[in-house]
């Protein structure tokens, strides 16, 4: 399976502040089939980017998402009071689907 | 507007069968679509279980497939989780979701709580 190690555990900021979250992948993701997902305490997870780079319907222009192969990033340009939450990436290139640990973003 | 809602049993005893439902409205599971339930264990990160495709096909995690089986119910247009041989590690909170082939999961239930407990 495609072991995804994601970093920093938890990243402190300012709101204002530029967040940068990477996910690695042991082996490389096909076709960049990366999803990154936000969740937040006693939510569901929310798709914010798949394909690697695509927004999903409604996410604002702050959140991006780059890379290829086995390094991608999530950007979030100017961080709002309400992005401070928990990160995930999942790969669905190949089953099984796994996802990475998670980067909690939190209040500086 | 897509919805999902999972329903079950929020306490099993170990050793017991989880069955969990997510019924689905908005849209229909015979569509080109796959359907996901996903796990997260107190304080953890995100767990795949599985996901079933409308033709019934089924990937599974491996470190669940001998216990987990997935269904489709068409007349209910909803889907279904049973997961055997419970423990105290299976306890947590159970989501399904909505997956369009090669994209993310973009629709997902609120998430039930499972605990695993005598």
């Known amino acids: 399976e495609i072991v995804l190690t994601q970093s920093p555990g938890t990243l402190s900021l300012s709101p204002g502040e530029r967040a940068t979250l990477s996910c690695r992948a042991g082996?490389?993701?096909?076709?960049?089939?990366l999803a990154w997902y936000q969740q937040k305490p006693g939510q569901a997870p929310r798709l914010l980017i798949d394909?690697?780079?695509r927004r999903a319907t409604g996410i604002p222009d702050r959140f991006s998402g780059s890379g290829s192969g086995t390094d991608f990033t999530l950007t979030i340009s100017t961080l709002e009071p309400e992005d401070f939450a928990v990160y995930y990436c999942?790969?669905?290139?190949?089953?099984?689907?796994?996802f990475g640990g998670g980067t909690k973003v939190e209040i500086k | 507007q897509v919805q999902l809602q999972e329903s079950g049993p929020g306490l099993v005893k170990p050793s017991g069968t989880l069955f969990l439902t997510c019924a689905v409205s908005?849209?229909?599971?015979?569509?080109?679509?796959?359907w996901s339930w996903v796990r997260q264990t107190p304080g953890k990160g995100l767990d795949w279980i599985g996901e079933?495709?409308?033709?019934?096909?089924?990937n599974y995690n491996p470190s669940l497939t001998t216990r987990v089986t997935l269904s489709l119910d068409r007349s209910k247009n909803q889907f279904s989780l049973r997961l055997t041989s419970v423990t105290a590690a299976d306890t947590g909170v159970y989501f399904c979701?909505?997956?369009?082939?090669?994209?993310?999961?973009?629709?997902w239930g609120q998430g039930t709580t499972v605990t695993v407990s005598s």
């Open positions: 979701a909505r997956r369009f082939p090669y994209y993310g999961a973009d629709v």
């Open positions: 908005g849209d229909s599971i015979t569509a080109d679509t796959f």
């Open positions: 079933i495709y409308h033709t019934d096909s089924t």
């Open positions: 082996q490389s993701v096909n076709n960049d089939y």
């Open positions: 394909g690697a780079s």
């Open positions: 999942q790969q669905y290139s190949r089953s099984p689907l796994t």
